[in-house]
């Protein structure tokens, strides 16, 4: 393996990665891609159990960022089975609440919520936002 830190700049990275969750974890699991300035990666860890939802992650990351002061950004990422055709409401306010608890709390952005079936992307800022979630990450 290369010295190049593994990255999420863009949305196609992030899809990319929402991408490797659900073919890596037989289609389900949740996880908060902490990254530090520059977009490396710090920390990923998946919850894949049944149980386990995007809270988890959201639960982990938050403990992580309080006591990693490198990281600066976090993008949600999910590999789910339901259809992603339709944006659902629920989606965009946990992705708001964690963009508020994240921004007031840590300092840190939550750039977006990637969710994918396996067929279809969906990113939930990119659906909902007025400007574009990922011109400030690259």
């Excluded at 490396?40 to 992580?64: I, M």
Aim: hydrophobic share 50%.
């Amino acid at each position: 393996m290369g010295s190049e830190a593994v990255t999420i700049r863009s949305f196609a990275e992030a899809a990319g990665a929402a991408l490797g969750i659900h073919d890596g974890y037989a289609g389900y699991g949740h996880a908060a891609a902490a990254l530090d300035a520059d977009s490396a990666l710090v920390d990923l860890t998946v919850f894949s159990e049944p149980v386990q939802t995007v809270y988890d992650a959201l639960f982990y990351a938050h403990g992580l960022v309080l006591f990693d002061p490198t990281v600066r950004r976090i993008v949600l990422l999910s590999a789910v089975r339901r259809d992603l055709t339709h944006v659902m409401e629920r989606d965009v306010e946990i992705l708001r609440g964690a963009q508020r608890l994240f921004a007031q709390q840590c300092g840190v952005a939550v750039v977006d919520w990637v969710l994918t079936d396996g067929e279809q992307v969906r990113s939930i800022a990119r659906t909902t936002a007025e400007r574009m979630p990922w011109q400030d990450v690259a």
